[in-house]
């Protein structure tokens, strides 16, 4: 049971370039979500969604956009890497969304130069 | 924003001593949970309290909630060095069940 896994671990773009994080998870779950770890910010959500097709937004969206074509896979794009998007992304899953516990992702580290 | 805060930022204690972390948060919830993060590594679930319990076990993990004063306390029993990550708190409002919102985390130091 891989749970919810995140590739890659490790990434650096250039100021501009465009990417895609991807996170899949293989547990069924509906609820999933992607956040940014910054020191002293703790987490803050970016995008999620509550179903396949269903998606919308959290605190920090601007930069970024996803999509969920199917229960396993939650995609985020990067549209113009900027440097303010230097972080480590986290992607988590959850059953039944806040009303219990998420599985986290390993993350992704990614530096923009 | 269900934002919860931890207090306090950093917390440092010798191997076999408890750890009280705490959290406050600013409006109604459904739930409030606990995760742990290693350093450099996702965030695990730890426990969960809703809003109708005021204390929960789950082994050396101690979780209380004070909705009058929107405030929770995770204690960790025995703390061993293994213990040492940071641990944040999560809020689940009361409208709206889709998402978490995290507080900034306490930083655990475990000596040996």
């Known amino acids: 049971n891989a749970g919810v896994t995140q590739t890659p671990k490790f990434q650096v773009l250039k100021t501009g370039q465009s990417m895609t994080l991807q996170c899949a998870q293989d547990?069924?779950?509906?609820?999933m979500s992607w956040y940014r770890q910054d020191p002293g910010m703790g987490l803050r959500l970016i995008h999620y969604?509550?179903?396949?097709?269903?998606?919308d937004q959290g605190e920090v969206p601007n930069g970024y956009n996803v999509s969920r074509s199917t229960t396993e896979d939650f995609p985020l794009r990067l549209l113009s890497a900027a440097p303010s998007q230097t972080s480590v992304y986290f992607c988590?899953?959850?059953?039944?969304?806040?009303?219990?516990?998420?599985?986290f992702g390993s993350g992704t580290r990614l530096t923009v130069v | 924003s269900q934002q919860g805060e931890e207090d306090p930022q950093a917390l440092s204690i010798q191997e076999g001593e408890n750890a009280t972390m705490n959290c406050s948060y600013k409006?109604?919830?459904?739930?409030l949970q606990w995760y742990r993060q290693n350093s450099g590594r996702g965030l695990v679930h730890l426990i969960l309290?809703?809003?109708?319990?005021r204390e929960k076990h789950s082994g050396r993990l101690r979780v209380t909630l004070d909705t009058s004063k929107k405030s929770s306390s995770l204690l960790i029993t025995a703390s061993r060095a293994a213990d040492t990550a940071s641990y944040f708190c999560a809020a689940t409002g009361n409208s709206g069940y889709s998402t978490l919102t995290f507080g900034k985390g306490t930083m655990l130091l475990v000596s040996p």
């Open positions: 988590a899953s959850s059953r039944q969304g806040g009303l219990d516990g998420y599985t």
């Open positions: 309290i809703r809003s109708n319990e």
């Open positions: 547990m069924n779950h509906e609820y």
């Open positions: 409006t109604s919830i459904n739930n």
């Open positions: 969604s509550v179903g396949a097709g269903i998606t």
